[in-house]
């Protein structure tokens, strides 16, 4: 499994890529604007840096590249992830509190990511923190997949598409294969958290305004899944129907399909 990281604006801010072994980081890859290539990797000079194909690629595209671009190189699996994450893992299994996990720790974290990956769930990921105390500890199926996108790119490629949204596009993805039929899978053992609203990747032209704007287009596209609604903190955001959409994907695919 590849481990890819898109990143921009952030050369000296590699969070992610620092809790890292450098076993994890031999088989990592940045992906930059060209212009920060070179920064890039006399800063990382432990993992390979790929420069993205165009100038000012929002996240949705680059996204669409690397699953495009890996999947034409050979690879079957890979895991991408945000620039700016914290992992830490549950105490024991009968404890929710949590520690902070990096380096060679992380080493069988992400081999179970790996191997729970393939054509029976095609899109696996770790969980968040935010509300992990609430989740029972193990793998959790039918639920959101954001900043650790684990990809079996023979079906992701074939059944999703990558524009149909500029933020948000994880979650989308993760409602298209559903209701194509695909499992999920999430590991709540071990989450991630993310420094909010830092410097660089999408805050470089994410708004509040566009925001809510990409958020009633999410909940447009698909009405009998996403509904938006004002949070307390004032923002608008969605909410998404996860059990029926696999539900109803597998449904149509036992239909169409005959299984």
Known sequence: MEIIIPTCRRIDRQITLQSLSPELRKRTTLVCPENEALALSYEYPDVEIVVEPYPNMKIAQ???????????????????????????????????????IQGEKLIP?????????????????????????????????????????????????????????????????????????????????TVVDQTRNAPGGCSTYRSDEMSAAEARKFAALFPNYVSVGKRKYGRLEVTVQWQNALRDGQRNRSRLFGC
């Open 62 to 100: 680059k996204r669409e590249w690397i699953v495009l671009e890996w999947l034409k190189y050979g690879h079957e699996k890979i895991l991408m992830l945000d620039d700016d994450l914290v992992f830490s893992t549950r105490i024991s299994a009968d404890d929710w509190h949590l520690q902070k």
């Open 109 to 189: 974290e992400f081999q179970r990511i790996e191997d729970k990956l393939g054509p029976e769930y095609p899109h696996v990921g770790f969980g968040q923190r935010q509300g992990n105390n609430h989740e029972a500890a193990g793998w959790k199926s039918q639920a959101k997949i954001v900043c650790t996108l684990g990809y079996y790119l023979p079906v992701v490629v074939k059944e999703c598409q990558w524009d149909l949204v500029e933020l948000r596009g994880d979650m989308c993805v993760t409602l298209q294969l559903l209701l194509k039929g695909y499992p999920n899978a999430v590991w709540t053992g």
